[in-house]
């Protein structure tokens, strides 16, 4: 009812960007336009015209209708204003230009405030070589809020902190996922190498963070490259992707398995196939009670054979069986209209974000796309550290942005 007040002179959506110059919230028909937030009207670009400028790759060109300098919010449907609370703010806390240091693999382990995540291709030329491991590193999120506070009001200051990289044992081979913890340790899922078989793992979080494989072959076939994964929140087993992007990106054999998610039980060794029905099955997350899977399909991007449009960038929806877990009922929760969706995790309120093209999408339960946080780049994976905190890894930078949603329950015993 308030949308429906909100919208009525919505023509001129350009006029709602907050300007950095202004530090007062702007209210608008009982909305309160939070800064560093622009709100767009779905009906204000429902019609682009004859003359309109339509866009012809997801990938390249974004929807920033109102040309708004990223980091920033974009509100489709004011259920948003919940998730970014009264005083939201978005920045970047780490960077390091021309390094795609923070690719993958966020996990927050409470006990010490960390948030742990992984680069992509370590060699000089990044996305284009592939040959070497990745490498970990770790930031503070004592430290983080330390440099916030010290920031002051300043809203979307840009911060520099400290990244610790990593010592980590050769077996811990291309971390393109992590989740937990587990049993006080750290789950990665490594796509492994062409000489390193694809593996899930435990790290220890603290030095040496010595790390011990839990399974690298479904009876005796080497996965694909493991993608990512998560805890189911009631069996507490694991459950993980496996696409080729190893091989489309040149760094593993040419797969023997089809591409298919798997569930392992780290207490009987068991593992097995829960769905068979993706593309390239990428990020997973489950709704709070365990009842709903969430899988992105990356199908759309191929490695470096490049993207089809065609294919899907989309995130999936199915039930998990109560007795068997298998995925069933599959259907489309989202089509992402900037790049694929990669990484995917859940707040409290149920809504499901995800990884994409030009920053994080924000969806509600019905899969209503409700805002984004726009970074204006690619940003492949999310953790939530804590309520409050969504730290978002972009490649060369990470973003934190402090809001009123948190994640829920990760971590098993
Ligand atoms: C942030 O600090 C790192 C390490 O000192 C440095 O390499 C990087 O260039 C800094 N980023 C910016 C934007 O100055
Ligand atoms: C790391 O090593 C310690 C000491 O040997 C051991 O207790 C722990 O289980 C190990 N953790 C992992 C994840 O391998
Ligand atoms: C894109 O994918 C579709 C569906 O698989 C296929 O028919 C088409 O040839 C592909 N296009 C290109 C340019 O590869």
């Known amino acids: 009812m308030l949308w429906q007040l909100g919208l009525t002179t919505l023509a001129a959506f350009g006029a709602w960007k907050w300007s950095s110059s202004q530090e007062q919230t702007i209210s608008y028909a009982g909305i309160a ?10 009906r204000a670009y429902n019609v682009l015209g004859e003359h309109g400028s339509f866009r012809q790759n997801s990938f390249t060109e974004f929807f920033n209708p109102t040309n708004t300098s990223p980091p920033f919010f974009q509100i489709f449907h004011p259920e948003f204003l919940r998730v970014l609370g009264d005083r939201p703010t978005i920045r970047t806390i780490a960077s390091r230009p021309g390094t795609i240091f923070a690719h993958e693999a966020p996990v927050w382990f409470p006990e010490s405030d960390e948030v742990f995540f992984g680069s992509h291709c370590q060699g000089p030329e990044g996305w284009r070589d592939c040959r070497g491991n990745n490498f970990m590193s770790k930031i503070s999120m004592r430290e983080v809020k330390d440099a916030v506070r010290a920031a002051g009001t300043k809203y979307g200051a840009p911060l520099n902190i400290t990244v610790t ?3 980590t044992p050769e077996v811990r081979q291309k971390t393109w996922g992590a989740t937990g913890p587990y049993r006080s340790s750290l789950i990665l899922i490594n ?4 000489d390193h078989p694809s ?7 603290a030095p040496p963070y010595n790390v011990t494989v839990l399974f690298d072959n479904y009876y005796g076939r080497q996965f694909n490259s493991l993608n990512d994964g998560k805890i189911h929140p009631k069996s507490h087993k694991i459950f993980v992707t496996d696409p080729t992007y190893g091989f489309l990106q040149h760094f593993r054999e ?8 798997y569930r392992f039980d780290p207490d009987t060794g068991h593992v097995r196939v829960v769905s068979d029905e993706l593309i390239r099955p990428n990020g997973l997350a489950f709704s709070a009670d365990g009842n709903t899977a969430y899988v992105a399909d990356t199908g759309a991007a191929i490695g470096f054979h490049g993207r089809n449009q065609t294919l899907p960038a989309t995130i999936y929806e199915f039930d998990v069986n109560p007795k068997t877990q298998v995925f069933e009922n599959k259907r489309v929760f989202a089509y992402i209209d900037a790049g694929v969706p990669d990484g995917i995790q859940l707040d409290k309120f149920g809504n499901v974000y995800s990884s994409c093209g030009d920053g994080v999408h924000v969806w509600n339960h ?4 409700i805002g984004k946080f726009f970074v204006g780049q690619v940003s492949c994976n999310i953790v939530f550290a804590g309520d409050g905190n969504l730290i978002i890894l972009s490649g060369d930078q990470v973003f934190l942005a402090e809001v009123a949603a948190g994640g829920i329950k990760l971590a098993y015993p």
């Open 366 to 369: 019905d899969g209503v796309l």
């Open 191 to 194: 796509s492994g190498n062409v």
């Open 33 to 42: 336009i939070p800064p560093q937030a622009v709100v767009i009207d779905p």
């Open 165 to 167: 990289q990593l010592e």
């Open 199 to 205: 593996s899930l793992a435990l790290m220890n979080p």
């Open 254 to 261: 040419p797969p023997t398995l089809h591409n298919q998610v």
